[in-house]
């Protein structure tokens, strides 16, 4: 077929295509450990789902609002209000299905062709594919390990020019786990009231910190007009497949962004929205807890890689993924994740599927269980030993 040329700018996840790869070798019989996705191996919990199945059996299960049911746009405003310091109005709340649309209608809405957007690298990969779909200039911005994965200010200050129109970051990050800093958010905002750019903070990771308490940049001054929040269910409540995310916008923006998915997908589910409800209303121990095992299997993961040879990794503050220094070994990092999945039956990602600045780096994923953890370092380690 002869597709559109924007077809060609248009990138994928690599963690589904290793997918693939790996439940093709369970086909033939291999066990192979998941340390690619990036999805809680929790069950949503009970109340969620049976606010959902109820809300199916009381008929809502037609068309919503393309925003979003106004009472779920009710409590998402007061819990952003509440965890962000900022006053929130449900008209700022756009509701999608899933986090994504979010981030493609805001890049989708702000920048035109020429127009210039910062990214954070190694990133989540979908930010430069659609910065490059819609024709925009990606403009890479390098977290750095001496600096815990932040980036450095200068280097944020030389990637500003006049034809800056949109900054994304990502805290806690995906693929780093590394967080911003106070004087991060401060330093960010200075800069775009200064320079008259927006900016999209990605925060679907909020409520899976370590240590300390999460930060947003949309409380700063000046930057409830120029913020637009990512946020969602999947992580939070271990519901990625339900998809569920909203935005918090300006009101312009939100209405922008309700046009474009009266365009696309019409609305998001009805009966899921108000089990989105619930989660939110309902009891928090689920998150508590989950947010507990993660930090034992962060602390065994990364104890485990720092002791293979050749394997260096810091100690992530968020989301649930490590990102390991290889570039001691003798293959390079793609080579090394290959050589890993075909010899060794763990599945991971190379930090280049997150950009050129994930060179010599690997993506583990620690949302599985401490056996199946424990197992893939032994697994990791044998292998690494026979390349040494």
């Known amino acids: 077929m002869n597709f559109a040329a924007r077809m060609d700018r248009l990138g994928t996840e690599s963690a589904f295509e290793v997918l693939a790869k790996a439940k093709s070798l369970e086909a033939q019989g291999r066990d192979i450990i998941h340390l690619e996705i ?17 809300a199916m059996k009381d008929g809502h299960t037609g068309y919503g609002p393309s925003a979003g049911l106004l009472e779920f746009r009710e409590v998402v405003a007061e819990h952003i209000s ?31 062709e020429g127009d210039e957007v910062i990214y954070p690298e190694p990133g989540f990969p979908i930010y430069e594919s659609v910065i490059n779909f819609i024709g925009a200039t990606p403009v890479p911005l390098p977290l750095r390990e001496d600096v815990d994965f932040r980036f ?26 590394g967080i911003l800093l106070e004087e991060d958010l401060d330093a960010i905002s200075e800069l775009a009231v200064k320079h008259d750019f927006y900016v999209l903070t990605d925060e679907v990771y909020s409520r899976l910190l370590y240590e300390g308490t999460h930060d ?39 209405d922008k962004i309700t046009q474009l998915t009266i365009n696309s997908n019409s609305c998001t589910t009805t009966f899921i929205q108000i089990a989105g409800i619930e ?16 930090k034992t299997r962060r602390d065994a993961i990364v104890e485990g890689l720092n002791a293979i040879e050749g394997i260096s990794c ?12 290889v570039t001691q070994l003798p293959l390079s990092c793609r080579d090394l994740a290959d050589y890993l999945l075909n010899e060794a039956n763990v599945a991971l990602l190379p930090g280049t599927a997150f950009g050129k600045y994930g060179d010599g780096y690997l993506r583990l994923s620690y949302a599985n269980s401490l056996e199946n953890i424990n197992e893939a370092l032994s697994r990791m380690e044998a292998g690494i030993a026979r390349i040494a």
């Not at 409380?219 to 519901?239: F, Q, V, W």
């Not at 989660?279 to 993660?294: I, R, T, Y």
């Open 152 to 177: 450095r200010i200068d280097d944020l200050v030389s990637s500003i020019s006049d034809k800056t129109k949109l900054l994304i970051i990502n805290s806690p990050q995906n693929p780093t786990g």
């Open 216 to 254: 947003s940049v949309i409380n700063r001054p000046g930057m409830k007009e120029r913020t637009i929040m990512i946020e969602g269910h999947s992580k939070t409540y271990a519901m990625t497949g339900w998809r569920l995310g909203y935005g918090i916008a300006p009101k312009p923006m939100a």
């Open 82 to 112: 509440e965890t962000r310091g900022v006053e929130i109005h449900p008209d700022e709340v756009t509701v999608t299905p899933g986090a994504k649309p979010i981030m493609f209608f805001t890049i989708l809405a702000l920048a035109d």
């Open 38 to 54: 990036g999805q809680p191996d929790f069950i949503t919990p009970m109340n969620i789902c049976e606010a959902a199945f109820k």
């Open 279 to 294: 989660a939110l209303k309902g009891p928090q121990d689920f998150v508590a807890n989950m947010a507990a095992e993660f």
């Open 314 to 325: 810091l100690n992530p503050l968020g989301a649930f993924y490590v990102f390991p220094n």
